[in-house]
């Protein structure tokens, strides 16, 4: 994963036990790369995989629209990684008990953006802040009590 060149990472700190953030984390995941629109994008710029497959619940090698699961550590880490027509990218969820009943929710986004296409789609994606403000907004989600 870390062949890739970092683009950024974004934290929350949760109230609850790493055991329940991961399952929470697995649930969320898979709900929100699951998703019709996703599928459509995923479409929309070629991305591998295209579709949805591989194990449930998720481990390595488990298939979504744009991502497949890379590695599982349980309780502690979830890799992705795919790619598109712009772009190779890893995202890779972290998970660090501060306390009992606390821990931090990391996610690192790695990725290379080849060529004149990648460089315009890294600035419209990147350099724009969306991506950072998707990331922040799906980690926030995080901080609630049920997934």
Do not use: K, N
Not at 2 to 20: I, N, T, W
Not at 23 to 50: D, T, W
Not at 60 to 79: C, I, M, Y
Not at 123 to 136: D, E, F, N, Q, Y
């Amino acid at each position: 994963m870390s062949a890739l060149p970092f683009v950024d990472e974004h934290a929350v700190v949760v109230d609850a036990g790493a055991e329940e953030l991961w399952q929470r984390l697995l649930v969320r995941v898979e709900r929100s790369l699951s998703r019709e629109s996703g599928a459509r994008y995923a479409r929309l710029v070629r991305a591998e995989p295209r579709g949805s497959g591989g194990a449930r619940p998720i481990a390595e090698g488990s298939e979504f629209p744009g991502f497949r699961v890379a590695a599982v550590v349980p309780g502690r880490e979830l890799a992705l990684r795919g790619g598109h027509r712009f772009s190779s990218y890893s995202l890779v969820f972290r998970i660090e008990e501060l306390t009992e009943g606390r821990c931090r929710l990391r996610a690192e986004t790695r990725a290379v953006f080849p060529g004149a296409a990648g460089w315009v789609y890294r600035l419209l994606v990147i350099r724009s802040g969306g991506h950072a403000l998707g990331m922040r907004r799906m980690l926030a989600g995080y901080r609630q009590d049920t997934p």
